[in-house]
């Protein structure tokens, strides 16, 4: 069977109907806000129209399973209006019922305050900070263009819409993503500009004076300036099918924009074009008002007449239609299924880490030098694989040999060049994981984790499987001073639910780091490190066992006997950990050496192991090239970093600092020399 047609296929329907039908949505949208006392009514009053377009005439959708992988994908960017979607999902045959709209924002709703993305069918992802949505759907349209390369139209062939608002554009990720999105031509995705001119603070002719159309022009986007078109719901319709009808595909194909002037709040009397229109509860009195307006029985509440109902719940005939015809495509595809199952799960396909490589006991190597290796070894065993940096590709061990870059003329090509734009890089990489198929990669030094760390947090709260090569892990950074060496993000971003941070001693680490993270279920930093460290013969005989219990025992004092202290440590200063041990034996100190490159998966052992490792009453000291904020949880006292670095190479920087065994020895006595006194 031929795969879809490229315009989705005409949809008559009553003018009566589709009006009582938004103005239905547009009463749902002020009474699940009332109810709550809390919530954003006008927009998604203003966006019913385009909303109910979107959903019954140009997607493809199947409402009764919400991860159809050839379906096409939609994302709310100003999430604030939330209720909206809620709205047409229920409508629309999805598992949310209006009981459900009715807990609007309430404890153990399925409607929280902003969609997220595991919590709700039919939420693709977590959105509310603003641009975020929209950096998200580049992300999607990239993974949408790889799969369809690789795979073939036949699986694959689908489209990305987002609605966004004035906040979204306003905000810097925007900037970002719509650059990007012009320079890969991303030629399936569809953003709406909804352009109400309001902001929580007034008008946003307050802080705003850009002109959208010839900025995202400059871009490289199709810009459609639809103008006064909020309210009619044919010509949005003709209006997107013509741009659906344009080149979408190769050299000359561009994202879209269309530019939508709204009226946030519209018919409310009193509140249209306000900006209590958009972060407040409307009142009973102006509601009742606006729906004898809408023609909406003013004295009740969450009305949905069965007429309605029965008219938008056609969705789940005609989407179950869709996905039946892609199902006989797909049981009659002769591709690769074993690639497609293991790309979708963003995983490698059986024996995908068999060919990693070993590391030779007693040589250098930087732990981003490493994890290239390993990502080299294992590229061709993980179909979904999307490798990238923002501008530091060789820096930061994310390239991939031989690779062809993914660019408009090369669509199913693995490495991506972000350039200078972390924030964006990580919520495409989101976009792209939530999407489902790609496996995404991405690096920049670990210092600029910062640039990045929203996406990242939303990453972390929608379990999104993406791996990040953070590297020049510490002050080890050398010369580049303090602007580039990282102190506080270790400490900042272990403290982020969800974010699994390793940071592994060594390149044998590094392997089992890089298998750990590929068969992770979330996110995963890998935090590596710029400067050359000595390969351990103690990770080569006990990483593969340990490393995946995210701290284990290193080495044990000679003898086996009992140790005195506990000398505990992640990465590059691992190194001088064993130093140290093996000094102290010469006063009588019996040292027991651990390594901790994953805090969060030595929490998720049991009360037995993590005692085994770290045995209750030996005093135990910590030493880590960063904040020693947090270690009180392991260590009794910790050598660390409490302040900015400085500029020098890195062996003075380190000597200087601390980071030494003789430095670990002398600080050990004195912790064995309190605890006696105690």
Same mark, same amino acid.
């Given at each position: ?5 490229? /315009? ?7 003018? #009566? ?28 009053? #203003? ?22 992988? *050839? ?18 999902? +229920? ?6 019922? /209006? ?16 969609? @997220?993305?595991?919590?709700?069918a039919g939420i693709e992802v977590t ?7 929209? &950096? ?33 554009? %306003? ?11 012009? +320079? /890969?031509?991303?030629g399936r995705l569809y953003a709406f500009?909804? *352009? ?34 909020? =309210?009619? $719901? *044919? ?37 249209? *074009?306000?900006?209590?229109? +958009? ?24 009305? $949905? ?14 989407? &179950?239609?869709?996905?039946a015809a892609w199902q006989a495509r ?41 994890? =290239?290796?390993?990502? =080299? ?42 350039? $200078? ?11 792209? #994981? ?17 640039? %990045? ?57 590094? #392997? ?40 284990? $025992? ?99 920087? %380190? @000597? ?23």
């Open positions: 069977m031929a795969p879809p047609t490229s /315009l989705p296929p005409a949809v008559v329907q009553d003018p #009566a109907l589709v009006e009582l039908g938004i103005n239905v949505v547009r009463g749902l949208a002020m009474d699940a806000p009332e109810a709550a006392n809390s919530g954003h009514s006008g927009t998604a009053m #203003a966006l019913a129209p385009l909303a109910h377009v979107l959903w019954t005439r140009i997607m493809r959708h199947d409402p009764r399973a919400p991860q159809w992988p *050839d379906r096409d994908r939609f994302v709310l960017s100003n999430g604030h209006a939330c209720i909206l979607q809620y709205a047409f999902l +229920h409508l629309t045959g999805y598992d949310l019922t /209006l009981e459900d709209i009715r807990q609007f924002r309430q404890w153990d709703s399925r409607t929280p305050g902003h969609p @997220e993305h595991r919590h709700t959105t509310g900070p603003l641009g975020q949505g929209l &950096a998200d759907s580049v992300g999607m349209a990239v993974a949408e263009r790889a799969l369809r390369a690789r795979f073939g139209s036949d699986v694959c062939d689908h489209r990305t819409f987002v609605i966004a608002g004035d906040g979204c554009f %306003m905000e810097g990720i925007s900037h970002e993503a719509a650059s990007l999105a012009g +320079h /890969l031509g991303l500009y909804d *352009d109400n001119h309001i902001t929580i603070d007034g008008p946003t002719e307050l802080a705003l004076s850009d002109n959208a159309p010839e900025r995202f022009a400059a871009y490289g986007w199709r810009v459609h300036d639809l103008g006064e078109m909020a =309210n009619d $719901v *044919d010509g949005l319709d003709r209006a997107i099918r013509d741009a659906l009808a344009e080149e979408s595909d190769g050299p000359e194909a561009k994202p879209t924009l269309f530019v939508l002037r709204s009226h946030i709040g519209w018919p409310s009397p009193k509140l249209t *074009d306000t900006a209590t229109a +958009h972060g407040s509860p409307f009142g009973a009195e102006e509601i009742a008002v606006t729906k004898r307006i809408l023609g909406l029985p003013p004295d009740e509440t969450f009305w $949905v007449p069965d007429q309605v109902r029965d008219f938008y719940q056609a969705e789940v005939t005609r989407g &179950a239609a869709d996905r797909f049981d009659a595809w002769d591709g690769d299924k074993v690639a497609w199952d293991a790309a979708q799960a963003g995983r490698g396909v059986p024996g995908w880490d068999d060919h990693l490589p070993d590391f030779e006991v007693g040589t250098e190597l930087a732990t981003r030098h490493a994890i =290239n290796q390993c990502i =080299n070894a294992s590229a061709a065993g993980l179909p979904g694989l999307m490798a990238g940096s923002a501008d530091l590709t060789g820096n930061n061990g994310v390239a991939v040999k031989g690779a062809e870059l993914q660019s408009a003329t090369t669509p199913g090509g693995v490495q991506l060049h972000y350039g $200078v734009r972390e924030h964006a890089m990580g919520a495409a990489m989101t976009g792209m #994981a939530l999407h489902g198929g790609i496996l995404p990669v991405g690096g920049t030094f670990f210092c600029f984790s910062d640039y %990045m760390r929203p996406a990242v947090r939303l990453a972390a709260l929608s379990r999104a499987h993406v791996i990040y090569s953070w590297t020049h892990d510490s002050i080890g950074l050398g010369e580049d001073g303090p602007t580039h060496q990282p102190i506080e993000q270790l400490a900042s971003l272990r403290a982020m639910p969800g974010l699994t941070l390793v940071r592994p001693a060594d390149a044998n680490e590094t #392997a089992r780091a890089w298998i750990a993270a590929v068969n992770a279920d979330g996110p995963v930093g890998l935090v590596l490190t710029r400067q050359d460290v000595p390969v351990l013969a103690e990770t080569a005989e006990r990483a593969a066992e340990g490393l995946p219990r995210g701290g284990y $025992v290193l080495a044990d004092p000679p003898g086996g006997g009992a140790p005195d202290i506990v000398l505990i440590g992640t990465g590059s200063e691992i190194q001088h950990c064993l130093a140290a041990a093996t000094e102290l034996v010469g006063s009588d100190i019996a040292a027991r050496v651990v390594s901790l490159p994953c805090w969060e998966w030595f929490e998720d052992q049991d009360d037995d192991y993590q005692d085994g490792v770290l045995p209750p009453g030996v005093p135990t000291l910590s030493i880590e090239a960063g904040s020693t904020f947090g270690w009180s949880r392991y260590a009794d006292d910790s050598i660390g970093i409490d302040h900015f670095g400085a500029s020098a190479p890195v062996k003075v920087v %380190m @000597e200087k600092f601390g980071f030494t065994a003789a430095h670990v020895v002398e600080r050990a006595q004195a912790l064995l020399e309190r605890q006696e006194q105690i």
